[in-house]
């Protein structure tokens, strides 16, 4: 469960009130693959609830996904899903009833994800609807929302853009109106408005995301719908980024992060992006000029709650963590405050090169970053 964090480094000071002056324009990469696939995989705390053998083919799927080879990971994720099926059927003479778990939500994310990163779009799409027949059955309101949305996003990957807005529109009908699930829904018609190039009309509809949110927040909502509401608020920020709207991306991460501060023993799932919200604000401040000091209250507030996470077994979360010490170090080497900044650059090269293994690419890049600041340093 989450732990109530302090709030002495977040203020009811809206970034956009800030007023910043724009340093230069990143390329809005995407997350490195298998971070992509990171926020699906049975964590450490998750896999004792697995036998000895599912255990250890969980184990090679991380090794697998680790090293980018995402078909060997895949294969043995198909393994794990099939023990796992085994253990849950219940009329032995018919091989197709199992009474499903939540432990079979976590395996099938892994699946669909392993797909996705394959680029294998009808095998991920199958298995999620899969997913979404379980879920139906277990009683899991925003993950089930969140599985069909991930239908759509799929279709969106396979660019099938009508099609994808269509589906959005069918789970909109069924959603209450004002909620923070239609304001999800929203969200995603946006993604595939702004996919077509209907930027204006895709900024309406966040527009009208915003206003649903904030008649939220004056409002006593359900446990439910403060994981909702601050996952909207996180996905608007995401699409925002790759509009290049980095105030307006900011602000929708504060907003969420507020949330995440303000209630913590009601967000108990351990999402990732939960956790990665202070890190992310921080490296927004970073593009624009002056701000260093507030971006250094944001990662060390993300660094402070990634390692509160790790602590009680949110393993997964490691690499955010590494990710976190990297842009904390570039900003104190910026400043000039180079000791400061190799520490820092350590640390985030001893996390990766445990996660990934001396030779992976990521590795490597941490190895560079330390060199560079070697030769500043005239070492």
Known sequence: MMRRASTNLLSNLTIQSLNFKPLLRFDH???????????????????????????????????????????????????????HKAELRVDTCNENTYKHTRQSVIILRCIVA???????????????????????????????????????????????????????????????????????????????????????????????????????????????????????????????????????AGNMFNRGLAIVVKHPRELEH????????????????LQFEGNESLAISYLKRGVKMLKEEIDIGAKHLEIELGDTYDALGTTYLNMGKTETAVELFLKSKDITVASFGPNHRTSIGAYLNLADVYVTMER
């Open 29 to 83: 990469h995407t997350e490195v693959t298998y971070l992509h696939f990171n926020q699906y995989f049975v964590h450490t705390k998750a896999t004792s609830l697995y036998p000895k053998d599912i255990r250890g083919h969980l184990r090679l799927v991380e090794k697998y996904a680790r090293e980018d080879d995402y078909k060997e990971a895949l294969q043995h994720s198909f393994k794990v899903f099939e023990l």
């Open 114 to 248: 392993l797909h996705t990163c394959l680029e294998q779009y009808k095998e991920a799409l199958s298995k999620n609807d899969l997913l979404i027949h379980i879920l139906e059955g277990l009683g899991l309101p925003f993950e089930l929302i969140k599985t069909r949305i991930k239908h759509g996003d799929l279709l969106i990957e396979m660019g099938m853009f009508d099609d994808a807005f269509k589906h959005f529109m069918g789970i909109e009908g069924e959603t209450a109106q004002g909620s923070a699930a239609r304001g999800l829904v929203y969200v995603h018609m946006a993604k595939v408005l702004y996919k077509q190039g209907e930027v204006v009309d895709s900024k309406s509809r966040l527009t009208l995301v915003s206003e649903i949110l904030e008649k939220l927040m004056v409002e006593d909502v359900e446990a439910y719908n403060k994981i909702c509401t601050a996952n909207v608020y996180q996905e608007m920020g995401s699409l925002y980024e790759n509009m290049n709207e980095l105030i307006l």
């Open 270 to 285: 351990h999402h990732r992006w939960m956790f990665v919200l202070s890190t992310r604000i921080g490296k927004l401040l």
